[in-house]
């Protein structure tokens, strides 16, 4: 594991903007990695459908329940 | 799956979207929303079918099939406690455990000086929705669920993980009951998606309704931007539910829009801008409404009607349905409209008599799909319900 992996710093997820779709948008999520050096929107990709979850969490837990 | 009950799916699925297209099918397609009633003729208690979504779902289906319905909600109790249970929800009353096992499931809005969103907060909600549910709504709606900042605790880490999973595992489960409701008996899944408007959101489920009664007077301006910030949301989440086939329609369950809840005035100004973005913006992308206008929406049909044709199908309740079909009939197709009080207590005799006036009244050049005016429960008559099945299949052809 290289340095940047290890130092990178947690955002307060408390203070970020969210659209709708969204809990942690990947743009502030990708300031937390260390450059990337594989396929980044591999990365993206599954980092966004994991988030949807969470979003839809929440709002169903709303709406549904 | 045999090839007689595919071919019945695939001619209920067409009758059933030839009438929502507010067009005529072979003969008027039967849909009703039936919940706590697929209990009763199941033989199940409504703490079973609460309680364990396994059983609603054995009872919908043996319901679907025994009445050979056109379409069905999967699961109409939808409810599931366990899954409550497991976040730690503090607002349902729930049979066997609160209430009596043979009593409906009930929401209990908090006292004013408890609601779960606090008169200060609009700005709080409008400037990061999601935020806001997650780190001000959740910990106060569930026993379990930590404000942030609090020490965490097992109870918290628990209610988000089981919570979690027992989510996935309901929804997932909505998959294999949709397959099975279609190999076992031909029948359609009726809706894909869920939609609330706005407001009732804030009603039900943050200010509580006479919260924000009184923030109509006191912060107009924070409930309009309290609405329009939620509005995207529940659009999105609209969105992501739906059929992506976008046949069936986004279901959306209203409660506060009407008479006497609100005056058409307040619906004007607080209630419909920002529910008719998201029903116009559905419609945009293909995608159809199931106005459950729970209630006497009749006052408002002067802004039902400036809905885009076609892009809801319109669930009358109390409503009176003639008039109805004379101010918005050309343009949406109309369900519902058998009184549920006529079902509960009425005779089949009678069932079948209102039927009749509401088929020759509303029906007969097509756009009209059969159902009691609201959500049967466990009050409704078994023959009631067979009447109106019965009555439906013989008289409704075209």
Redesign the interface.
């Known amino acids: 594991m290289n340095e940047a992996a290890t130092s990178h710093q947690v955002m307060p997820i408390?203070q970020?903007?969210?659209p709708?779709?969204?809990?942690f948008p990947w743009e502030r999520k990708k300031e937390e990695f260390p450059p990337i050096e594989g396929d980044e929107g591999l990365v993206k990709q599954i980092w966004e459908e994991i988030d949807?979850?969470g979003?839809?969490?929440?709002?169903?837990?709303?709406?549904?329940? | 799956m045999s090839d007689e009950k595919e071919k019945l799916y695939q001619e209920r699925l067409q009758r059933y979207v030839t009438a929502m297209r507010n067009k005529k099918p072979d003969r008027i397609p039967i849909r009703p929303f039936v919940a706590e009633f697929t209990a009763k003729y199941a033989g199940y208690t409504c703490q079973e079918v609460t309680h364990d979504y396994r059983k609603a779902f054995d009872a919908a289906c043996k319901c679907a099939a025994d009445f050979d319905w056109d379409a069905v909600v999967p699961n109409m109790v939808?409810?599931?406690t366990g899954?409550?249970t497991a976040?730690g929800?503090t607002y349902y009353a729930i049979p066997g455990v609160h209430l009596p096992a043979d009593k409906p499931f009930q929401y209990l809005e908090p006292p004013e000086e408890q609601a779960f969103m606090k008169p200060e907060e609009y700005d709080l909600l409008v400037a990061?929705?999601?935020?806001y549910?997650?780190?001000v709504?959740?910990p106060r709606v569930s026993r379990d669920v930590v404000t942030?900042g609090e020490p965490a605790t097992m109870r918290n880490n628990l209610a988000f993980v089981k919570?979690?999973m027992a989510?996935?595992r309901y929804f997932d489960a909505f998959g294999e009951q949709i397959a099975r409701l279609r190999r076992e008996s031909g029948t359609v899944s009726a809706l894909a998606g869920?939609?609330?408007a706005p407001f009732d959101?804030i009603a039900d489920?943050l200010r509580g309704y006479k919260g924000l009664c009184m923030d109509l007077y006191r912060q107009p301006k924070k409930v309009e931007a309290a609405c329009e910030a939620l509005a995207?949301?529940?659009?999105?989440?609209a969105l992501?539910?739906s059929d992506p086939n976008k046949q069936l329609p986004v279901g959306l369950w209203m409660h506060r829009g009407c008479m006497p809840f609100l005056s058409p005035q307040q619906f004007e100004r607080f209630y419909w801008p920002t529910l008719k973005w998201i029903i116009e913006d559905l419609w945009r992308q293909g995608i159809q409404t199931l106005f459950y206008a729970e209630g006497e929406w009749n006052p408002n049909l002067k802004y039902i009607a400036q809905l885009p044709e076609l892009s809801i199908i319109y669930h009358v309740d109390r409503g009176d349905i003639f008039e109805v079909y004379r101010t918005v009939g050309e343009k949406f197709c109309i369900s519902g409209g058998i009184p549920n009080d006529l079902l509960a207590f009425g005779t089949p005799d009678e069932v079948r008599e209102y039927c009749k006036k509401v088929i020759d009244g509303v029906a007969r050049n097509g756009g009209y799909i059969m159902d009691a005016s609201a959500i049967m429960q466990d009050d409704t008559k078994v023959e009631n319900v067979r009447a109106m099945t019965e009555f439906t299949r013989e008289y409704g052809v075209y």
């Open positions: 408390e970020i903007s969210r709708p779709g969204t809990c949807t979850l979003y839809l969490y929440i709002w169903q837990c709303l709406l549904s329940f | 939808y409810v599931w899954l409550t976040i929800l990061d929705p999601t935020g549910l997650y780190n709504w959740l942030p919570g979690g989510m996935m869920i939609l609330k959101i489920k995207p949301h529940l659009l999105k989440v992501l539910t």
